[in-house]
């Protein structure tokens, strides 16, 4: 049996090294740089929303699956999530 993101613990879920990514995945979603020798951030991508975050909160109908991102990339995307539901959250 393979095991699935699903299985995985959470902290090793959201970063490893590039390696561990099959070869056509060792690319930034969002920038497109080649991850090779560098740590790598998994976001998963909420279609509700189109945001890339790692908050576990999207129903599983939703979810569009994980994403390789470089560290950097990573850092904004998710903080733009954050600075989003905390502005939805004021406006509600």
């Known amino acids: 049996m393979t095991a699935t993101l699903a299985d995985t613990p959470i902290k090793s879920r959201w970063y ?7 070869e056509g995945e060792r690319y930034c979603t ?3 740089r080649d991850l090779s020798g560098h740590s790598v951030r998994m976001l998963e991508l909420d ?3 189109n ?3 790692d908050f576990r909160d999207v129903p599983e ?3 569009q699956g ?4 470089g560290m950097t ?7 733009r999530e954050i600075k989003r539901r905390s502005a939805e959250a004021i406006a509600s």
């Open 66 to 69: 994980w994403f390789p991102f």
């Open 51 to 53: 945001t890339f975050h």
């Open 30 to 32: 969002c920038c497109k």
């Open 73 to 79: 990339c990573a850092r904004k995307l998710v903080a």
């Open 16 to 22: 490893m090294a590039a390696y561990e990514l099959t």
């Open 47 to 49: 279609q509700r929303t």
């Open 61 to 63: 109908d939703s979810s």
